[in-house]
């Protein structure tokens, strides 16, 4: 072999500089607890190991020793100083907020996992709601900024929660003197128009998640009363026509469900010192069809309007258990797949008719 042939296949076999095998030592600060950093028998330890298996972790003390290609060290050193600094503010870990951590981390977003993951909205009971994914946190911190905030995305991704978290927030702090929680009474693929009850009763059912959201951030015993007192008011949204609301947090569920004229009806309720939060998964519309849905018309219309904020959550946001994300991925690239397909190879697909053909055709003549 020449030598330019041997300087060629030298050069295709040496490790890249993020390829170069490194060691890198961590110090880990005595004030930390190990347990509370690597969880019960190293449980949080394995998670960042199975994100980076080209990566050995040896930890003795309050020493961790990273062995593994540059590149891939870098990251896992960081993560691990992430983890450090949100022990540090006082938040336990879990594997699941150990593997948001890591999966910023890895993103390489300009939030850092310990500003994300530790932003307080509210405390009750020994219970703190936080955004645990960065999405979330935009969608918090928009809330924050805008006047008027869309919450768009699948279910079981805190869109709901953490609007209801804000308004209690908001009321706590006198930033608002009342809260408007309201839903399109739409029913879901059901017909409850004929069960026995009054209309107060047949409504509750749609305006239930509210409820429990507010149960969770507030003492049970003072619901009834703010109620009574008109300080908060779950309402359908019909109930909404022809108001005016003046220094209220007001609440949108369930948007995909309102048609073109109720999603206008609805926003032309914004009084002054109020602000708004709509949300809604547009994957899941109840509407008859042929009605479009409002909140994917909205979209357009106001688009690049001032003061008023979109934000877009994932599957990868979803925080339910973990077969939740999987599911509405898996309906997501199915949905996908029948739209590429098109509506005459559905049918065909399905068992349906395909092209109609002539009675004679494959007779012998």
Same mark, same amino acid.
């Given at each position: 072999?020449?030598?330019?042939?041997?300087?060629?296949?030298?050069?295709?076999?040496?490790?890249?500089?993020?390829?170069?095998?490194?060691?890198?030592?961590?110090?880990?600060?005595?004030?930390?607890?190990?347990?509370?950093?690597?969880?019960?028998?190293?449980?949080?330890?394995?998670?960042?190991?199975?994100?980076?298996?080209?990566?050995?972790?040896?930890?003795?003390?309050?020493? *961790?020793?990273?062995?593994?290609?540059?590149?891939?060290?870098?990251?896992? $050193?960081?993560?691990?100083?992430?983890?450090?600094?949100?022990?540090?503010?006082?938040?336990?870990?879990?594997?699941?907020?150990?593997?948001?951590?890591?999966?910023?981390?890895?993103?390489?977003?300009?939030?850092?996992?310990?500003?994300?993951?530790?932003?307080?909205?509210?405390?009750?009971?020994?219970?703190?709601?936080?955004? $645990?994914?960065?999405?979330?946190?935009?969608?918090?911190?928009?809330?924050?900024?805008?006047?008027?905030?869309?919450?768009?995305?699948?279910?079981?991704? /805190?869109?709901?929660?953490?609007?209801?978290? $804000?308004?209690?927030?908001?009321?706590?702090? $006198?930033?608002?003197?009342?809260?408007?929680?309201?839903?399109?009474?739409?029913?879901?693929?059901?017909?409850?128009?004929?069960?026995? /009850?009054?209309?107060?009763?047949?409504?509750?059912?749609?305006?239930?998640?509210?409820?429990?959201?507010?149960h969770d951030m507030l003492d049970p015993a003072t619901i009834p009363r703010l109620m009574t007192e008109g300080t908060?008011?779950?309402?359908?949204?019909?109930?909404?026509?022809?108001?005016?609301?003046?220094?209220? =947090?007001?609440?949108?569920?369930?948007?995909?469900?309102?048609? *073109?004229?109720?999603?206008?009806? =609805?926003?032309?309720?914004?009084?002054?010192?109020?602000?708004?939060?709509?949300?809604?998964?547009?994957?899941?519309?109840?509407?008859?069809?042929?009605?479009?849905?409002?909140?994917?018309?909205?979209?357009?219309?106001?688009?690049?309007?001032?003061?008023?904020?979109?934000?877009?959550?994932?599957?990868?946001?979803?925080?339910?258990?973990?077969?939740?994300?999987?599911?509405?991925?898996?309906?997501?690239?199915?949905?996908?797949?029948?739209?590429?397909?098109?509506?005459?190879?559905?049918?065909?697909?399905?068992?349906?008719?395909?092209?109609?053909?002539?009675?004679?055709?494959?007779?012998?003549?």
């Amino acid at each position: 072999m020449s030598e330019p042939s041997r300087e060629l296949e030298h050069a295709a076999s040496a490790p890249t500089a993020a390829e170069e095998p490194v060691e890198v030592r961590l110090e880990i600060p005595s004030s930390i607890t190990m347990v509370s950093l690597l969880g019960v028998g190293d449980e949080y330890l394995r998670v960042v190991e199975a994100r980076f298996p080209g990566v050995d972790v040896h930890v003795r003390g309050n020493s *961790a020793r990273l062995n593994g290609p540059r590149a891939e060290v870098a990251v896992v $050193k960081r993560c691990l100083e992430e983890l450090i600094a949100i022990v540090r503010t006082g938040q336990g870990l879990s594997a699941d907020s150990v593997a948001r951590a890591v999966a910023m981390v890895q993103q390489q977003t300009l939030e850092r996992p310990v500003d994300v993951l530790s932003a307080n909205i509210l405390s009750n009971r020994g219970r703190t709601i936080r955004p $645990k994914t960065l999405n979330q946190k935009r969608y918090v911190d928009a809330i924050d900024a805008h006047t008027i905030v869309f919450g768009i995305g699948p279910a079981g991704t /805190g869109k709901t929660y953490l609007a209801v978290a $804000k308004a209690v927030q908001a009321l706590q702090n $006198k930033q608002v003197t009342r809260i408007v929680l309201t839903r399109p009474a739409v029913e879901a693929g059901e017909r409850l128009g004929f069960l026995p /009850g009054t209309l107060s009763e047949k409504i509750d059912p749609y305006l239930r998640p509210l409820y429990d959201a507010l149960h969770d951030m507030l003492d049970p015993a003072t619901i009834p009363r703010l109620m009574t007192e008109g300080t908060i008011e779950v309402a359908p949204l019909a109930y909404m026509r022809g108001r005016t609301l003046n220094d209220a =947090f007001i609440i949108l569920d369930e948007a995909q469900n309102t048609s *073109a004229e109720q999603m206008k009806m =609805f926003l032309t309720r914004l009084g002054f010192g109020s602000r708004m939060v709509v949300t809604g998964d547009v994957t899941q519309v109840d509407l008859p069809s042929g009605t479009s849905s409002g909140l994917r018309v909205v979209q357009d219309i106001l688009d690049n309007v001032d003061d008023v904020g979109f934000c877009r959550l994932t599957s990868h946001d979803v925080v339910r258990h973990r077969l939740v994300g999987a599911i509405v991925e898996a309906y997501g690239r199915y949905e996908e797949r029948q739209a590429a397909i098109g509506p005459a190879s559905k049918a065909t697909a399905s068992g349906g008719p395909g092209p109609r053909q002539s009675p004679t055709r494959g007779r012998h003549k």
